[in-house]
């Protein structure tokens, strides 16, 4: 079974520089703000994951060095 690789995971590095933005949920936003002041956040680490594919292939398109992207 021939499963395709999403847009997001081309931008890890070395793999491409395309991907796009989850879609903004500003609830969890806002959750992950409140609870990052507490320390251990999931709700943080969750976005973070979710955003730095597409940050980092923005970046890569701007000319960034994967070093500094």
């Not at 251990?40 to 890569?60: G, H, I, M, N, T």
Request: hydrophobic content about 35%; some cysteine; overall charge negative.
């Amino acid at each position: 079974m021939n499963v395709a690789r999403s847009e997001a995971e081309s931008a890890l590095p070395g793999q491409g520089t395309h991907a796009e933005f989850p879609p903004t949920h500003w609830s969890r936003i806002l959750s992950a703000g409140a609870c990052a002041s507490q320390g251990d956040s999931p709700e943080l680490e969750e976005l973070c994951r979710a955003y730095w594919p597409p940050l980092y292939a923005f970046l890569l398109r701007q000319g960034r060095s994967p070093h500094d992207a």
